[in-house]
């Protein structure tokens, strides 16, 4: 079985690398690559870069992972979105390495 994803999605990379921190302090999870977007309502945004922050782990302490980070990020700039996904796929596993922060 492949290991669960915890996808969690804040405003700003200084809050990305906090709510990471706190998710890897929580829980025995890895982190994937970080993946950045910046929205067309960007200006209008608390911060206009979006980062997603991905742990790799078993179902509980990616679930752990992903709360520890989430509560980070809410004291900070917060929260867009965030999903466990327990058992992906392995198209799903793939997709993990995209990342725009590697891009010119």
Excluded: W
Aim: glycine share 6%; hydrophobic share 50%; proline share 5%.
């Amino acid at each position: 079985m492949a290991e669960a994803v915890g996808i969690l999605e804040v405003f700003g990379l200084a809050t990305a690398f906090v709510a990471a921190d706190a998710g890897c302090k929580a829980a025995n999870v890895r982190l994937e690559v970080f993946d950045k977007n910046k929205p067309a309502n960007a200006d209008s945004l608390p911060v206009p870069l979006l980062v997603c922050i991905k742990f790799r782990g078993s179902v509980e302490d990616v679930t752990a992972a992903v709360e520890a980070g989430m509560a980070e990020a809410e004291r900070r700039t917060g929260v867009v979105q965030h999903y466990v996904i327990p058992n992906p796929t392995e198209d799903t596993v793939k997709m993990l390495k995209i990342s725009a922060l590697d891009k010119d």
